[in-house]
């Protein structure tokens, strides 16, 4: 059964690189019209031309912080006014910080929230009467570490385990109104996540080395991979029947146990 999103309006948040520009230019290649939503103009350029290199439709970019309410409100505005509707919500936007509960401060906990959590709840408010008029669809992006517990990353871990209740509470409050909302959630994805939050070049290739122990597929994922997944729970003729479900993109790490 081929993925078919023509005619569909669909908005990805962290739209400017990562998993986001991956699914911008997947969902594009089968016909979505994207709205292009991140704090970086330049990089969203570029992912806009990318999307009309592969596909027909040509994305809505509006530089957005998700953090800002004004933003977030400025966003479904311009996408109804243009569009009027709104068929799917990717809530992709994230970062990450390490630190274990002797490290982390109140400030990264706050920070790392803020943008994990608390943005995809006042985003997913003020998309839903759109989403509800379309009988539309929802996927957060989280992580494994929504899943799992991993030393060192306690602000990201809590915030990703918090997404995924967010997840399942939202499918259960709006699965009676046609509305599903699903989530992703990738282990080591090749992007620049690892980068952002201070890890140098070579570090980072070690890590992707000793990665190919830690997932029992023996790699790290693409962002490809995570965004054909983004489309086949957003795909209503792949997907019609699944709604909170946490969908694990991570080449089974969640599933190995260290002997």
Avoid: W
Avoid at 34 to 54: I, M, Q, T
């Amino acid at each position: 059964m081929r993925m078919d999103f023509t005619g569909k309006i669909v908005l990805i948040t962290g739209a400017s690189s990562g998993i986001g520009a991956s699914t911008a230019k997947y969902l594009t290649n089968l016909g979505a019209t994207c709205v292009l939503a991140a704090r970086n103009e330049a990089k969203l350029d570029e992912v806009r031309r990318e999307c009309v290199s592969v596909g027909k439709t040509e994305p809505l970019t509006v530089v957005t912080d998700v953090t800002k309410r004004e933003d977030l409100e400025r966003l479904v505005r311009l996408i109804i006014a243009k569009y009027g509707r709104l068929d799917v919500l990717v809530n992709n936007a994230g970062k990450g910080a390490s630190g274990s509960i002797e490290q982390a401060d109140l400030e990264q906990f706050d920070d790392i929230l803020d943008t994990n959590l608390r943005s995809v709840f006042a985003l997913t408010k003020l998309a839903l009467p759109h989403l509800l008029a379309v009988k539309g669809n929802v996927v957060n992006v989280s992580s494994v570490a929504g899943t799992n517990s991993f030393v060192n990353a306690l602000s990201y871990c809590v915030s990703k385990s918090a997404l995924d209740q967010f997840t399942r509470c939202t499918a259960l409050d709006l699965a009676s109104k046609g509305v599903r909302v699903n989530s992703v959630n990738p282990a080591v994805i090749v992007t620049n996540f690892h980068k952002a939050i201070g890890m140098e070049d070579e570090a980072y290739a070690a890590y992707l080395k000793h990665c190919e122990t830690t997932h029992p597929l023996g790699r790290v994922g693409t962002g490809e991979e995570v965004a054909a997944s983004i489309a086949f729970l957003a795909c209503e003729a792949t997907a019609s029947f699944i709604t909170g479900t946490c969908l694990r993109v991570d080449g089974g790490k969640h599933i190995l146990t260290p002997r």
